[in-house]
């Protein structure tokens, strides 16, 4: 009744959740390792919360044989050395864990979905990871997948449970280091002919372009004043109805007659030819 009465005191569990009163009731004890490590296995947990309540006491925590999706949610806990996640779910890993879990050195990861050798690259932060377990995960099947890890964590001393030889490091550095010349050649070529002045100078070039184009008169698409003085003249001295309608459409189409043009030509250059009729049409008139 007693125990009855103090599990009521810590509150109610919560399923699925780490909760603190979970953190509370969890089996804590010394391993065979001398680590001080708690249980959390088994509860069906679907993340990784509320381990401030730990109050960075442990150098292990079993995390196994949970549902958990996704490696992150951890305080600072700079006690920390060892992180058990075997038979969860984990398909992401945060970046930054190194803020967090920066003494971190056993990492288990074994029957889990993580699936694409890039999802591996947060653990490349860690600096003092030595120990890593993946196996039963499908990025195990990609290839080169040894040597990408052993490229990327610098630090491994095994990956699944497999000594990590030089001659791995020296391989995974030749290989890895291959692949990344063509896109760093890549790169540097296109820095070789990029200037940084360019692209500017196109831009004031086109915007000195546009200003002039708005400095530049506009042009007229319908008849000049020479022109419809021209025509009007020519409407007023037609003999016929059909000469008449003719240079109507002329004056609003802004196309003059061609037996017109000569004397609107001489106009602009100063003759006065088309001016001497116009008074003459009005005398008419």
């Excluded at 008169?217 to 004043?225: A, I």
């Amino acid at each position: 009744m007693e125990g009855r009465a103090g599990a009521g005191a810590l509150g109610p569990r919560l399923a699925g959740r780490l909760t603190a009163e979970l953190i509370l009731r969890s089996p804590q004890y010394m391993s065979c390792v001398k680590d001080y490590e708690i249980d959390l296995r088994g509860h069906k947990l679907s993340a990784i919360e509320n381990l401030g309540a730990t109050e960075n006491q442990f150098d292990s925590l079993d995390l196994s044989d949970n549902v958990i999706v996704r490696l992150e949610g951890f305080p600072k806990l700079p006690r920390l050395k060892t992180l058990l996640l075997s038979n969860n779910r984990v398909m992401r890993i945060a970046r930054n864990l190194e803020d967090a879990i920066p003494n971190l050195e056993w990492l288990m990861l074994s029957g889990n979905r993580l699936a694409n050798l890039a999802d591996l690259d947060p653990l490349s932060t860690l600096p003092k990871l030595q120990h890593l377990s993946l196996l039963d995960n499908p990025v195990t099947k990609q290839p080169n997948y040894r040597l990408y890890v052993i490229h990327r964590c610098k630090k491994l001393k095994q990956l699944d449970f497999r000594k990590v030889k030089q001659k791995e490091r020296e391989e995974a550095a030749q290989v890895f280091a291959s692949a990344q010349q063509p896109a760093d050649a890549s790169a540097q070529g296109t820095a070789a002919t990029f200037e940084p002045d360019e692209e500017l100078a196109q831009a004031e070039a086109a915007a000195a372009a546009t200003q002039q184009q708005a400095a530049e008169p506009v042009v007229r698409k319908g008849p000049s004043p020479e022109q419809i003085t021209a025509i009007k003249a020519a409407i007023a001295n037609a003999q016929t109805l059909e000469e008449v309608q003719r240079l109507e459409n002329a004056l609003t189409s802004g196309h003059l007659p061609s037996e017109l043009q000569g004397d609107t030509i001489q106009a602009q250059n100063g003759h006065t030819s088309a001016g001497d009729s116009v008074p003459s049409a009005m005398e008419e008139g």
